[in-house]
């Protein structure tokens, strides 16, 4: 329950950061990988929706009428769909720290242009922007987002890896033990 409160409140703080897009919309870090990299797919997805629904709520970031869309875009395409890029990259690169590493990358940075282009899909169907523009508008902005996204998410996994490997899931620990040893338990 701790690491849920602090990948929440860890998320909550990186979105708050808006970076203006064409056609009125805004792009921000976005973390879904990363929360279903540390909590798994489901709790990570949960964690997305109760920050976006403070931010909604209590902040007016990205409204009401956008809440399910933002979930949509955010929490399933970007984080279910990062970690689907993930397991794909995790199986073809080698099993070493680096390895680990360019795959949380790769897979961060195609997390956020996965929400992105979902989202510019959207606003074309919905008749609010052409395609073909809010396509290219959406993918270039989050393009240099999904690479912030990116150098975050290796740095917290990196830094997880050294200090306390035993709060990763199997999948983000090298094969070739390089991960260092866990944290001695503490006594209460």
Same mark, same amino acid.
Request: charged residues 5%; hydrophobic residues 60%; aromatic residues 4%.
């Given at each position: 329950?701790?690491?849920?409160?602090?990948?929440?409140? &860890?998320?909550?703080?990186?979105?708050?950061?808006? &970076?203006?897009?064409?056609?009125?919309?805004?792009?921000?870090?976005?973390? *879904?990988?990363?929360?279903?990299?540390?909590?798994?797919?489901?709790?990570?997805?949960?964690?997305?929706? %109760?920050?976006?629904?403070?931010?909604?709520?209590?902040?007016?970031?990205? !409204?009401?009428?956008?809440?399910?869309?933002?979930?949509?875009?955010? *929490?399933?395409?970007?984080?279910?769909?990062?970690? /689907?890029?993930?397991?794909?990259?995790?199986? %073809?690169?080698?099993?070493?720290?680096?390895? %680990?590493?360019?795959?949380?990358?790769?897979?961060?940075?195609?997390?956020?242009?996965?929400?992105?282009?979902?989202?510019?899909?959207?606003?074309?169907?919905?008749?609010? *922007?052409?395609?073909?523009?809010?396509?290219?508008?959406?993918?270039?902005?989050?393009?240099?987002?999904? /690479? !912030?996204?990116?150098?975050?998410?290796?740095?917290?996994?990196?830094?997880?890896?050294?200090?306390?490997?035993?709060?990763?899931?199997?999948?983000?620990?090298?094969?070739?033990?390089?991960?260092?040893?866990?944290?001695?338990?503490?006594?209460?």
């Amino acid at each position: 329950m701790p690491l849920l409160g602090v990948a929440g409140a &860890f998320l909550f703080a990186a979105q708050m950061l808006n &970076f203006p897009v064409a056609g009125g919309t805004s792009g921000h870090l976005l973390g *879904a990988l990363l929360a279903c990299l540390l909590l798994g797919p489901l709790p990570g997805t949960l964690v997305m929706g %109760v920050v976006l629904g403070i931010q909604c709520l209590l902040f007016a970031d990205g !409204g009401i009428t956008a809440l399910g869309s933002n979930f949509f875009n955010m *929490a399933i395409v970007g984080g279910l769909g990062g970690m /689907a890029v993930f397991s794909s990259l995790r199986a %073809v690169l080698p099993g070493s720290r680096g390895g %680990v590493l360019s795959a949380v990358g790769g897979a961060a940075w195609a997390s956020v242009l996965l929400g992105a282009a979902a989202c510019a899909l959207e606003l074309a169907l919905s008749g609010t *922007a052409p395609l073909p523009v809010v396509l290219p508008a959406m993918l270039g902005v989050h393009a240099v987002i999904g /690479a !912030g996204e990116a150098l975050i998410t290796i740095a917290v996994v990196a830094a997880i890896l050294n200090t306390r490997p035993d709060l990763l899931p199997s999948g983000l620990l090298p094969k070739d033990g390089l991960a260092g040893k866990a944290a001695p338990a503490v006594a209460s």
